[in-house]
Structure formats: C-alpha cells, structure tokens
C-alpha cells in the first residue's frame, strides 16, 4: 500500500513539473516571436494601416522612428547602407533631422556623403535623405541611394568636356588657317601650303566626329539583334585593306596568319570597325620597317567549353593584332580602353588619333559576350588580343572545300611562321625574340 502511495505522489509530481515546463515553454516562444526583427523592430500594429505595405514596395531605403528615436520598421535596402545598428539610426545628421521634424513638423531633404560599409578605403555613398512626419508620433526617413547616378554624371560631364577640347582644336586650326589662305591671296605656293593643312585638319574632324557616331551606336545598340555568322578571314583582310595605305607609307609589312575558317557571331559592321581600329593603331604607333601581324585560332571557353550565340555549344575566337612598336607602359597600361586617354598625346596628334579607338573595341567586344586584353613591353611591342563566341554551328558546315582568305602574296602564313615573326604575349605562344 505504501509502495502504491509513492508512485502515485511521484505520478503527480512528474505532472506538475511538465506542467511548468510547457508554461514556460509558451511564454518563451510569445517573447521570442515578439523580439524585433530586421525588417521590424517593433510590432507592425504601431504603424497607420497600410504603410506597411507601401514601405514594403518602395525603392528607397525606409525607416520608421518612434517618440524615442527608436527604429521601429526598417527596410532591407536600410540595413544593407548601414543606416540602422542594434535598434538605432545610425547616421547622427538623420537623426538630427528627425527630431527637427518631430518637433515642428516639416518635411526636410539634405544629400549626404556616407562612408562605405565594410571597406577601409576611402570611398562614399552619395545619399540623399527626406524626413517626414508619419502620423502624430513617428517620423518617417526615405534614402535614396544616388552613387551610381553621381558617377554616370561625372562620366558625362568628363565626355562633354573631352569632347569640346577635342572639337576646339581642328575647328580652331581651321579658323586660322582660313584667315591665312585669305592674307595670302597673291601668293599661290601658300595658299596650297594651308589648302593643303585645312585639309587635314578637316579629316581629323571628320574622323573625330564618325568615331563619335560610331561609340555612341555600340554603346546604345544591342548588336545581336542584326547578328550573323562573320569570317574571321574576311574581317582580317578588311582590316589590312583599311591600312594598307598608311603601312606602305611607312613600309610596314601586314601579314595574316593562324587557323583558316574561323567564324564568329555578331554584327559585321561592329566587329570590322573594332578590328580594324586595332590594326590601325598598330600600324600608326609602329617604327617603318616593321612588321604587324593579325592571327586568329580556336581557344576552349572558360571552364572547358562554352555557349556560341544561336549556335549551341562552341568555344572562343582569338584574334591577336601583335606590333613591334613603342610599346605601353604598365601604368597607362590600365587606361588605354578610357575614351579620350592617349599614351603619347603629341604621337596621336601627329597620326590623327582621336583617342577612341580603343574605347569602341572594347564596347563592341562587351556587347558581344567577348573581351579585350593587352599584352606590352615597352621598346618590343604590343599584342592586342580580342576574344569572341564562335559560332559553332557554322564553322563544321563550311569547313570542306573553302580557301583561306589571303590578303597578299605573303600574307597567308601559318600560324607557327607568323609567330616567330613578331612578338606574342606569353597568353598567345611563349615570347619569342624580337626582330630587329
């Protein structure tokens, strides 16, 4: 009987303690549901019905301030710009805006330079902030993130002012030399002397014009919508033929090498103006007596393969344009593809360049799926290498029975020979001694 008493209170016992655990349990989980998240600090029930929702759908950064300056809503968006830490706005100037609004309030706007989260460098986020009153008690901050624009802006306004320069020079020459032709109206040699420069100068803007038109269409059109299988061999030969003049000016000689029946995938118009931009540079910036070679081949996409535009799997096209000119330091290495920048300014007056060559090739090669890189030693050369998806498909339906495309008697030359021939970056074969 006595056995039977003990279980029993033990039985009891047991229930009673269950009982205080699944209490406490309960109570528990109501604290832990009600713990401020970082999407809600508080409950939402303090908002007005229906901010929520809106808060929830706007681009800007949202905080919502209580009486106590106390976060009580706060966007992902605001977390992410380190606005809001351990409960608090963190941004002292916002804050001060926010007890300005409380107290009178009016709404108030400022653009503010942050620091950026997470990087000892020196960078900032261009903000601008707008504090409102929302309902009687809480204050609402809108962010607005506005770094990119700023930077989009500055780029504009550089172009603007690169381009005006460049404009004022030509029509400038232009201008003088006009007045000179008429001062020298009785003398015949002078004026076919500045005939002869105002027609110089008027090609270079011509051509600083059409190069404007020309980054301006591969910057705002999408090429793949005209797309089209392109010969590699064509656009070589169209590129040699573009400075075929020059180069026998300066008895340089152009020669096109690598695998033959190469194809690539894009607009034609584009991809020819960018190769052919390359080898120009090549020939103006070379010694006479030189040698510029253009070769193509098939390389593996990253990762062992790849996806060719339209044509399914497929791999890369290289196309390198190798010179044994001046060469490029390693710090103007970096800023070759800006519009505008040139290595030697008084070179590029003296050969016409614009200074946005190299800025088309590389948006073209971008708009294509492809890149440009460099390769420089000053004093040996350079080798501009441009990267595009092959079109696959193509290349095994033309691949029986055509000929290379040759661009003069010698200009057909295997790869292994060109290469010898001029120097390589190290990315195309191993670096072989310069000519002299």
């Not at 106590?68 to 608090?88: F, H, P």
């Not at 008895?251 to 020819?272: K, P, S």
């Not at 519009?339 to 800025?359: I, K």
Request: hydrophobic share 40%; aromatic share 4%; with cysteine.
């Amino acid at each position: 009987m006595d056995v039977n008493a003990a279980v029993a209170a033990l039985a009891a016992i047991a229930g009673v303690c269950t009982g205080v655990i699944a209490m406490l349990a309960f109570r528990w989980s109501e604290r832990d549901q009600a713990r401020p998240t970082r999407t809600s600090l508080h409950t939402d029930a303090v908002l007005p019905p229906g901010v929520d929702t809106v808060l929830s759908v706007l681009r800007s950064s949202a905080v919502v301030l209580d009486e106590s300056d106390s976060v009580v809503k706060a966007s992902s968006a605001a977390y992410a710009l380190g606005l809001v830490r351990g409960g608090k706005l963190a941004v002292e100037p916002m804050l001060h805006m926010a007890r300005d609004t409380r107290r009178d309030g009016e709404i108030r706007q400022v653009e503010l330079d942050l620091p950026r989260r997470g990087t000892g460098r020196g960078e900032a986020l261009a903000v601008s902030a707008r504090v409102a009153p929302l309902g009687s008690r809480l204050v609402l901050l809108l962010v607005e993130d506005l770094t990119e624009a700023r930077r989009i802006e500055a780029v504009r306004r550089d172009f603007v002012a690169n381009v005006s320069h460049e404009l004022k020079t030509p029509t400038g020459a232009l201008s003088l030399l006009s007045e000179a032709v008429m001062d020298a109206s009785d003398d015949p040699e002078a004026v076919t002397r500045f005939a002869g420069r105002m027609q110089i100068e008027a090609t270079r803007l011509t051509n600083l014009v059409q190069e404007l038109i020309d980054l301006s269409r591969v910057q705002n059109d999408d090429p793949l919508e005209d797309a089209e299988p392109v010969r590699v061999d064509e656009l070589v030969a169209e590129a040699i033929d573009r400075s075929r003049h020059t180069a026998s000016t300066k008895q340089i000689t152009m020669a096109a090498g690598g695998t033959a029946d190469l194809y690539v995938w894009g607009n034609r118009g584009q991809l020819a103006a960018a190769l052919g931009n390359l080898v120009e540079n090549a020939v103006n910036y070379s010694p006479a007596r030189t040698r510029v070679g253009i070769a193509g081949r098939r390389i593996a996409a990253p990762g062992g393969g790849g996806t060719s535009q339209a044509f399914g799997p497929g791999g890369l096209i290289e196309i390198a344009v190798t010179d044994q000119g001046i060469g490029i330091s390693e710090k103007d290495r970096e800023r070759i593809f800006e519009r505008f920048y040139r290595v030697d300014p008084a070179r590029s007056r003296a050969t016409g360049g614009t200074g946005l060559g190299l800025a088309i090739v590389k948006h073209v090669a971008a708009s294509h799926g492809g890149e440009v890189t460099v390769w420089s030693s000053e004093g040996q050369g350079s080798t501009f290498t441009l990267r595009l998806p092959e079109a696959g498909a193509v290349r095994d339906r033309a691949s029986a029975g055509r000929d290379p495309v040759t661009t003069d008697e010698d200009d057909d030359v295997p790869y292994e020979t060109f290469s010898s021939a001029v120097p390589h970056s190290p990315a195309i074969v191993p670096a072989p001694e310069v000519l002299p």
